[in-house]
């Protein structure tokens, strides 16, 4: 296994092999967890050579001290690896290298599926990931992209980018890994304290408990009721709670029987931002 800082490294490393080998890209941002480690494996076994990117990118974040606070976990992240497989090309770049001249995101155009949620509460956030992600495929050019449903807005998202860019590249949605109790891995857990961290369960108890009564009462019912289970005084501070159509993430008020929904939440638990989402039919 190694790792490879620069694009030019990495052009130097794939170039030789595309011929002859499928690629599958995992980009991620590090500090890995199963949930990350899942998306590897399942690259593992649909490709020759897996690339996974460790990337912070600073373009998508619009609060400076979630930025800063991001954990930087490299050596831990190359052991995990490692243990996963010995094959696996890890690249790291440094911010200049990703950005040389301005630390700067494009404008897009998601035909409104940024305009929601995760987008509608972070200020650029789709146009920096659009950025990054849409560097990174046609850099590594890989047959096959891993994206986890846990960002299931971006994962769309980055659809519809590959869809209007014409990208050759699948992109491949992967489940949500949760802990024991239920709460959905994310790299931003480990700044919970061991309590919280329990207690946080009660994000995806609450989306279960909604998602049994989906199709018995409206949909306006359903999201007044989770609101209410959120108080910041427990520590929860809801910060979003929708239900949406999932192929165009726009809010529903009245259900279709042959339309897919799901349910999607922010929440602010000691101040870390954590979010999840089920589908309810
Ligand atoms: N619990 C999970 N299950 C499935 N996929 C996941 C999970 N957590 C992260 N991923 C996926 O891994 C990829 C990299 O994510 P990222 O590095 O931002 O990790 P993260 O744990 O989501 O971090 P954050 O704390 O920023 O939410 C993304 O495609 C993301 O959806
Ligand atoms: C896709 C991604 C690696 C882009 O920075 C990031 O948004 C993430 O980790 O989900
Ligand atoms: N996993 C999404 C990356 C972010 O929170 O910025």
Same mark, same amino acid.
């Given at each position: 296994m190694h790792t490879i800082e620069t694009q030019k490294d990495l052009k130097i490393f794939l170039d030789p092999l595309r011929d002859s080998k499928s690629i599958g890209l995992v980009p991620t941002m590090g500090a890995l967890h199963q949930g990350h480690l899942a998306l590897v494996k399942k690259a593992l076994t649909e490709n020759d050579q897996v690339v996974v990117s460790i990337f912070v990118n600073?373009?998508?974040? /619009?609060n400076l001290e979630d930025l800063k606070k991001y954990p930087n976990t490299l050596e831990a992240d190359k052991n995990l690896l490692r243990g996963v497989s010995e094959d696996i090309v890890i690249f790291a770049p440094s911010v200049t290298e990703m950005y040389? /001249?301005?630390?700067e995101a494009k404008v897009y155009d998601f035909d409104g599926l940024d305009q929601v949620m995760e987008g509608a509460h972070r200020d650029g956030h789709f146009d920096g990931v659009g950025t990054i992600v849409e560097h990174l495929l046609r850099l590594v050019m890989p047959d096959k992209a891993y994206f986890g449903e846990k960002d299931f807005q971006q994962l769309q998202i980055i659809k519809k980018l590959v869809s209007q860019q014409e990208l050759p590249i699948e992109i491949i949605g992967c489940p949500i890994v949760r802990e024991a109790n239920g709460l959905a891995m994310s *790299? $931003?857990? *480990? $700044?919970? *304290?061991k309590e919280m961290r329990q207690e946080a369960s009660h994000i995806y108890n609450t989306l279960q408990t909604a998602k049994k009564e989906f199709g018995t009462k409206n949909v306006l019912s359903i999201t007044e009721w989770v609101k209410s289970q959120f108080d910041p005084k427990a520590g929860f501070d809801l910060e979003y709670v929708t239900i949406v159509d999932?192929?165009?993430?726009l809010e529903v008020e009245d259900i279709k029987p042959e339309r897919k929904y799901r349910i999607f939440i922010a929440v602010y638990v000691e101040g870390v931002r954590l979010i999840d989402n089920i589908a309810l039919n």
């Open positions: 600073p373009t998508q974040f /619009d040389p /001249d301005k630390t *790299s $931003r857990n *480990s $700044r919970l *304290s999932t192929e165009n993430l």
